[in-house]
């Protein structure tokens, strides 16, 4: 009887624990990526993820966003994209440069979990591993 509450107990501390510590992860994430979007992306994307006329694509409830893997959007962000793309039903051609050096694995997993998860948008949590593995051209 004994071994089985503690077993039991065990497993609702271990549940408790995880969670916890991914809920942590993704509150630590979102701060950074809001720093980093603040500082770089907002200058052509806007504050509320809104994009700007015909230059700059929405982020906001962007169907391109919502719909394209989320290694692919880790690599353009990452690497840069050019040439004629389509969201939310309007036609973009421009350039998006690649993202200066400085910033880390961690500053692109925050930046991107943020864009997922602000706006209106609901979507992945990006860890910095997933950086790792994807970055590459
Ligand atoms: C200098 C302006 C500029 C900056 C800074 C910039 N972007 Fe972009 N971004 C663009 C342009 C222009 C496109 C469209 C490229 C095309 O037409 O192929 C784009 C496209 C995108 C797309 C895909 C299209 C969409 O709207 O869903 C995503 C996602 C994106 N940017 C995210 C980011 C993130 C995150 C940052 C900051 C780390 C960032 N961008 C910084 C100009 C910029």
Same mark, same amino acid.
């Given at each position: 009887m004994k071994s089985i509450v503690g077993i039991v107990t065990g497993l609702l501390l271990f549940a408790a624990f995880t969670t916890t510590s991914f809920a942590q992860d993704k509150a630590a994430l979102m701060a950074k990526g809001q720093k980093v979007y603040n500082e770089y992306? !907002?200058?052509?994307?806007q504050a509320n993820g809104?994009?700007?006329?015909?230059?700059f694509p929405p982020l906001a409830k962007s169907d391109y966003l919502k719909n394209t893997p989320m290694a692919q959007i880790i690599k353009e962000v990452v690497n840069g994209k050019s040439g004629k793309m389509k969201v939310n039903g309007k036609e973009y051609n421009g350039v998006m440069a690649p993202l200066?050096? !400085?910033?880390t694995d961690e500053d692109i997993a925050g930046v991107v979990t943020y864009v997922y998860n602000s706006f209106g948008n609901s979507g992945p949590v990006v860890k910095p591993a997933d950086v790792k593995k994807h970055k590459k051209k």
């Open positions: 992306c !907002k200058t052509c994307h809104q994009g700007l006329g015909a230059a200066p050096k !400085k910033y």
